[in-house]
């Protein structure tokens, strides 16, 4: 798979957010009721999520696993008892009794991968055979509600924030005719808040919302099922709008699953 563009200005700053909301990332353990020995966690950055499990529950074995050098050179000196690796091959654990854990990784794919990657990708994650697969990302359902005062607001001109200084920005990238639809809408909602942290030439291009939920339902396999899901706002996400752009927010845009072999 296609290396991510290193093109992160404030490293400091886009860890420190990738590290907020950790109790809400690790959703999973206690949704997992057989016994596994190791947790694999898919795009693990700077192993801040690895470290947090390993204090909690340190009877697992933790392995990383991320394609930037980078970050696994940072994860390893920030939880050095675990192991990292950016090579798939050498994640050396057995899968029948692990769980792959893969948290804000799908957009991330979806933005700097190719087609070909992006199958290739959802191969590796369905056909490794592991007993649990866990997601947590960013997904609206297809019949998400149209917020259309939302939209209005984003598209009026004489909207003052400094939280809307990138929004022209956005809409040359993500709008039609400079306009945003309300999809589109929802998404500079979702990214809004990264526009002053340094980051923001990455992020812009990012696609936050690739697929819906009933789009990444289609994907699982048969050899699977269900264990938990959940479709859901973000609570941080809802306390940021109102506090910093009043705005009320209700539309679920963050999706977790649990997904089991059976």
Same mark, same amino acid.
């Not at 957010?17 to 206690?30: N, Y």
């Not at 589109?184 to 990214?191: E, G, R, S, T």
């Given at each position: 798979?296609? &290396?991510?563009?290193?093109?992160?200005?404030?490293?400091?700053?886009?860890?420190?957010?990738?590290?907020?909301?950790?109790?809400?990332?690790?959703? *999973?353990?206690?949704?997992?009721?057989?016994?596994?020995?190791?947790?694999?966690?898919?795009?693990?950055?700077? #192993?801040?999520?690895?470290?947090?499990?390993?204090?909690?529950?340190?009877? !697992?074995?933790?392995? #990383?696993?991320?394609?930037?050098?980078?970050?696994?050179?940072?994860?390893? @000196?920030?939880?050095?008892?675990?192991?990292?690796?950016?090579?798939? @091959?050498?994640?050396?654990?057995?899968?029948?009794?692990? =769980?792959?854990?893969?948290?804000?990784?799908?957009?991330?794919?979806?933005?700097?991968?190719?087609?070909? $990657?992006?199958?290739?990708?959802?191969?590796?994650? *369905? &056909?490794?055979?592991?007993?649990?697969?866990? *997601?947590?990302?960013?997904?609206?359902?297809?019949? &998400?509600?149209?917020?259309?005062?939302?939209?209005?607001?984003?598209?009026?001109?004489?909207?003052?924030?400094?939280?809307?200084?990138?929004?022209?920005?956005?809409?040359?990238?993500? #709008?039609?005719? #400079?306009?945003?639809?309300?999809?589109?809408?929802?998404? !500079?909602?979702? %990214?809004?808040?990264?526009?002053?942290?340094?980051?923001?030439?990455?992020?812009?291009? $990012?696609?936050? =919302?690739?697929?819906?939920?009933? @789009?990444?339902?289609? %994907?699982?396999? $048969? $050899?699977?099922?269900?264990?938990?899901?959940?479709?859901?706002?973000?609570?941080? &996400?809802?306390?940021?709008?109102?506090?910093? =752009?009043?705005?009320?927010?209700?539309?679920?845009?963050?999706?977790?699953?649990?997904?089991?072999?059976?």
């Amino acid at each position: 798979m296609a &290396h991510l563009p290193d093109t992160i200005c404030d490293r400091n700053k886009y860890i420190t957010e990738m590290r907020k909301s950790m109790l809400d990332k690790v959703f *999973f353990f206690d949704k997992v009721f057989e016994s596994i020995e190791s947790v694999v966690d898919f795009g693990c950055a700077d #192993g801040s999520l690895i470290k947090f499990c390993k204090d909690i529950f340190p009877k !697992y074995e933790y392995v #990383g696993y991320d394609i930037s050098p980078y970050m696994i050179e940072r994860a390893r @000196e920030n939880c050095p008892s675990c192991r990292f690796t950016d090579k798939w @091959e050498d994640i050396g654990v057995n899968p029948s009794q692990s =769980l792959l854990n893969l948290s804000s990784v799908i957009h991330e794919v979806y933005s700097y991968c190719s087609p070909e $990657e992006i199958n290739d990708f959802w191969d590796r994650v *369905f &056909h490794s055979g592991f007993q649990y697969i866990s *997601f947590r990302d960013m997904m609206l359902s297809c019949a &998400h509600p149209e917020e259309k005062k939302i939209t209005d607001f984003l598209n009026n001109p004489n909207s003052a924030s400094k939280y809307l200084e990138k929004l022209k920005d956005f809409k040359q990238i993500w #709008g039609k005719n #400079g306009v945003l639809d309300s999809t589109q809408a929802i998404h !500079y909602l979702l %990214k809004a808040q990264y526009s002053f942290y340094g980051n923001w030439e990455r992020e812009i291009r $990012e696609n936050y =919302l690739p697929i819906t939920v009933e @789009e990444f339902l289609l %994907k699982i396999p $048969e $050899e699977y099922e269900i264990c938990y899901q959940e479709h859901y706002v973000f609570p941080y &996400h809802r306390w940021w709008l109102w506090n910093n =752009l009043g705005i009320e927010w209700n539309t679920p845009t963050h999706f977790k699953i649990v997904l089991k072999k059976k």
